[in-house]
């Protein structure tokens, strides 16, 4: 990525973006990592309020995610 920014700053930004988005940004692997995490999380007792919430947080968190990304269905 530091050769983008000797570039233009415009077009050193969407070299770099362009850069990444291709090396991490597979949309299937993000969704299904995100899928998987929700999925794997460990069971949450019997009047556990403080995990039940960290729970929705993130069940919201991977809704937003994977809204933003167009990947639900």
């Known amino acids: 990525m530091q050769n983008c920014a000797i570039l233009e700053p415009h077009i050193g930004y969407s070299t770099a973006r362009e850069r990444l988005r291709e090396r991490f940004g597979d949309p299937v692997i993000i ?5 998987a995490h929700v999925i794997n999380q460990n069971h949450i007792k ?8 960290k729970y929705s947080d993130l069940l919201c968190t991977c809704l ?6 167009n990947a639900l269905t």
Do not use: E, F, K
Request: net charge positive; glycine share 6%.
């Open 46 to 53: 019997p009047n556990d309020g403080p995990a039940l919430r």
């Open 31 to 35: 969704a299904q990592a995100w899928c």
């Open 64 to 69: 937003h995610t994977l809204r933003s990304m």
